[in-house]
């Protein structure tokens, strides 16, 4: 009876411990499949983060590398494990390599490839994770006046108020139906302001009027645009300086309520043309004018695809640009003279003895204005600064 | 006599044990190879997603984003993109991807077939267990392209809705699971922003 017992406790024993041996084996790998995955997804995102870090390096290179003829290529190792270890995975170095450039003088632009090296270690798990981005970025001199301030027309706030971005609080307001910002259309996202439907009569306009904001002997206005094709021959009024009714410097024949028809500094559309006014004090106009073209194009996001208008005053001489280059030039008689005193600012329209007229419609963004005169110099480096920014040309992570 | 009887009745009452246990231990082996299964599949179906979601993100690389899909209909993509994923590289030449399932399930399930210029691409020609591949359009919007064959220069992203089937090995009914996912087009998403490079 005992032998028998044993022999069936020692079969039994046999089969339980071959089971129990076979789900052990099998167990043991459900933890393996996922710490596995735990690692991967942690080296995915920490990848993701040093893609951002290769961008914000890019910039620093940006500088670094500015140099024209500079073609070496950067290694930044991260031997620092606390900054840049996320939970179990950490970036181990982000290398720039040269790729190459395009251009001559003062448009060059250079193209590095980015790549970043990721590892992690998990319960004896362990992943490299390999992400690449390619990017270029214009090699010419950056503009930086911080005199040239803008309205930079890319908030929220927008649809209501203008924040001057100078910090001098001196904020237009928005008369009208609330200004187009559609996704994906010409003015996409936020990044501009799209003034006027065709075949709505609430056209919308800002201004400001609250102080004087002094400009009668030297200023800078520039906006960058989109005129739209159904514009056509209508004119429309891009920036508006209205004179001050008041004018003391004014010796002119304007006299009263004509006060409109001789803004202080003007950038409007007309017939294909794009116009730049300025009045004097003694009451000559200076006016010139130059071709712009019209589109209705989408994809219209990077501003290579825009036009940058610019007008100078400087003491009775007026010179207009357009995307950065000079496109004219016109003295007063008498210069060196101011202009006719300014009071406020109105955007997409001007003001006239009953309300408002020639409404814009169109697209606008930064809108800079300054008391001081750039030259042609700030003005060029200004155009390229914007419409030459840092591309990235495609990634792999 | 007695004898004989309490061998019989531990005999009768050993077998009955050991059968219990050894179902017991049976039932717990099946259970945890079915888990076992589980997360083999969902291990499958997780790098399955991450190989296409990484394959598809590179659409449109160096290619006008309305000219990166070349064919899209609910069982295949073909499209555009100037990156090589043979070495890994941007090609100097423009190749076609092309995603699908296989014509005839292979004894290990059908499988996805990741082609660069016709030729299936290894590393990415393993998808197996796959029983169903569908794709659905959508455009910049996030809104859904009807006839996406007709509209593909709208598409920016893709839908797959994915089925995996395996027998457990121990367990003849099949388990399928199903899966479905969006892959966007993020390199032609982002050549929006470079439309200076494509004119037109």
Not at chain 1, 27 to 53: G, M
Not at chain 1, 291 to 317: C, E, F
Not at chain 2, 12 to 28: D, G, H, K, R
């Amino acid at each position: 009876m005992g032998r028998t017992m044993l022999m069936v406790v020692f079969l039994m024993g046999i089969i339980y411990a071959g089971l129990i041996s076979g789900i052990q084996e099998r167990l043991l790998y459900i933890p393996e499949i996922i710490s596995r995955n735990i690692i991967r997804k942690q080296a995915e995102n920490v990848s993701d983060y040093a893609l951002r870090l290769a961008i914000q390096n890019g910039d620093y290179l940006r500088t670094l590398f500015l140099a024209q003829d500079d073609t070496t290529s950067h290694v930044f190792i991260y031997k620092d494990g606390n900054e840049f270890l996320i939970q179990d995975s950490k970036i181990d170095s982000i290398k720039f390599v040269f790729q190459g450039r395009t251009g001559a003088g003062d448009h060059i632009i250079k193209r590095y490839l980015a790549t970043s090296y990721v590892s992690g270690e998990l319960l004896g798990q362990s992943v490299n994770y390999e992400a690449k981005l390619a990017y270029e970025f214009s090699a010419n001199k950056e503009f930086n006046n911080i005199y040239h301030n803008h309205y930079t027309m890319d908030e929220k706030c927008w649809k209501n108020l203008l924040i001057d971005e100078s910090g001098n609080l001196n904020n237009a307001v928005l008369v009208g139906k609330n200004l187009n910002s559609k996704k994906n259309g010409p003015a996409v996202g936020d990044a501009c302001a799209a003034f006027g439907q065709k075949g709505h009569d609430d056209y919308a306009y800002m201004y400001y009027d609250e102080t004087q904001v002094r400009v009668a002997e030297t200023f800078t206005l520039s906006s960058w645009i989109k005129i739209p094709s159904e514009l056509e021959n209508s004119r429309g009024t891009i920036a508006w300086l209205p004179a001050w009714n008041q004018a003391g410097n004014y010796t002119g024949p304007y006299k009263g309520n004509a006060y409109h028809i001789r803004p202080t500094g003007a950038i409007y559309y007309e017939n294909n043309k794009i116009y730049f006014e300025a009045n004097t004090s003694d009451g000559q106009t200076l006016l010139l004018s130059t071709p712009i073209s019209i589109t209705q194009r989408l994809h219209q996001l990077h501003k290579a695809n825009w036009d940058l208008v610019a007008m100078t005053y400087n003491r009775g001489t007026m010179k207009a640009y357009k995307n950065g280059e000079l496109v004219g030039t016109v003295v007063a008689d008498n210069a060196p003279i101011e202009a006719v005193e300014n009071w406020g600012m109105y955007l997409g329209s001007e003001p006239n003895n009953t309300g408002r007229k020639n409404q814009f419609e169109g697209w606008m963004d930064d809108l800079g204005f300054s008391p001081y005169v750039l030259d042609s110099e700030q003005l060029g480096i200004y155009y390229t600064t914007i419409a030459t920014p840092p591309k990235i040309l495609y990634f792999r992570d | 006599m007695s004898i004989i009887i309490d061998l019989i009745g531990a005999a009768i009452i050993s077998s009955m044990l050991i059968l219990m246990m050894i179902t017991f231990q049976f039932s717990l082996y099946a259970a945890q190879d079915r888990m076992l299964y589980t997360m083999s599949m969902t291990d499958h179906m997780e790098m399955t997603a991450t190989f296409l979601n990484n394959t598809i993100a590179l659409a449109g690389v160096g290619v006008d984003p309305d000219d990166t899909v070349l064919h899209a209909s609910a069982d295949s993509l073909v499209f555009k993109t100037y990156w090589d994923f043979e070495t890994e590289t941007y090609d100097s030449t423009v190749n076609t991807i092309s995603i699908k399932l296989d014509n005839a399930p292979t004894p290990y399930g059908t499988q996805i077939l990741v082609a660069q210029n016709n030729v299936t691409l290894d590393y990415l020609g393993n998808i197996f267990w796959v029983k169903e591949l569908k794709f659905r359009y959508y455009d910049l919007d996030d809104n859904l392209v009807n006839h996406p064959g007709y509209h593909k220069d709208d598409i920016r992203s893709a839908e797959l809705r994915m089925a995996f089937f395996k027998a457990p090995e121990r367990n003849k009914t099949p388990v399928e699971t199903k899966l479905q996912f969006k892959c966007y087009f993020m390199n032609a998403y982002m050549q929006e922003g470079n439309p200076s490079l494509y004119e037109g």
